[in-house]
């Protein structure tokens, strides 16, 4: 079967660093998604990887490892609007996104 | 303002009800999706319309009936739901369905459907 796994939880500091993590197993792979969520709202897309290395955008960067069907999000220099949910999603061979139940980052003053 | 958007944001009915949900992208995408999201769970993929074709339906329950009448605006129509089809209720579009390129999905905020 195919699988996102991701912590359900997380907690933070404000102005510090954390990385979610998100392991998958799929039946293929055409790139992986993370994607924010505040509370009542769309998710919006942060960022795509689909081949192996890290890809940075300001505060949030994406990593991945094929071979180990692995994946991060790192987030730097946090602030309170951070605090959201985060979703891993991977395009399987069918081009249909597979979506882990995301990580919901808790972050304190 | 994320160019799509969904109406109404609430919803409460009765099981014996009949309701629609609406949504309508302003991106000139070519594909729409419905998706159930129930707490602590993973969005679950309903249905996908592309080009105004519907291209999967994914086990979904038949009182669950979607209508895609043009590429900007999709539909899910409710009749005689069960308290645990509860949810919310998110509309996405992208350029295409399947794609070389990066084929990115864009959301709405959502109905919160609560069925009594």
């Known amino acids: 079967g195919q699988n996102i796994d991701q912590p359900t939880e997380m907690t933070a500091t404000e102005g510090a660093i954390v990385q979610i993590n998100c392991t998958y197993q799929?039946?293929?792979?055409?790139?992986l998604f993370w994607y924010q969520q505040h509370a009542g709202e769309a998710p919006t897309f942060l960022s795509y990887?689909?081949l192996d290395g890290l890809e940075e955008k300001g505060r949030f960067s994406s990593f991945l490892s094929r071979s180990k069907g692995y994946s991060y999000l790192l987030l730097k220099e946090l602030q309170m609007k951070d605090s959201a949910s985060y979703l891993c999603?991977?395009?399987?061979?069918?081009?249909?996104?597979?979506w882990g139940a995301g990580t919901k980052l808790i972050i304190k003053p | 303002e994320t160019g799509v958007t969904q109406t109404p944001r609430h919803l409460v009915m009765g099981m014996t009800n009949k309701k629609s949900l609406k949504c309508e992208q302003h991106?000139?995408?070519?594909?729409m999706y419905w998706y159930k999201q129930s707490a602590k769970k993973p969005l679950e993929l309903m249905f996908v319309?592309?080009?105004?074709?519907?291209?999967e339906n994914n086990s979904v329950p038949s009182r669950f009936s979607p209508e895609c009448p043009n590429s900007s605006h999709l539909f899910l129509h409710l009749h005689t739901l069960q308290p645990e089809d509860s949810a919310l209720y998110l509309c996405?579009?992208?350029?295409?369905?399947?794609?070389?390129?990066?084929?990115?999905?864009?959301f709405g905020a959502g109905t919160r459907l609560s069925v009594l």
């Open positions: 996405a579009s992208s350029p295409f369905t399947e794609a070389l390129e990066v084929n990115i999905q864009y």
């Open positions: 991106l000139g995408h070519n594909a």
């Open positions: 319309y592309n080009f105004k074709e519907q291209t």
């Open positions: 799929t039946s293929g792979f055409n790139g």
């Open positions: 990887n689909v």
């Open positions: 999603a991977v395009m399987d061979s069918n081009y249909q996104l597979i």
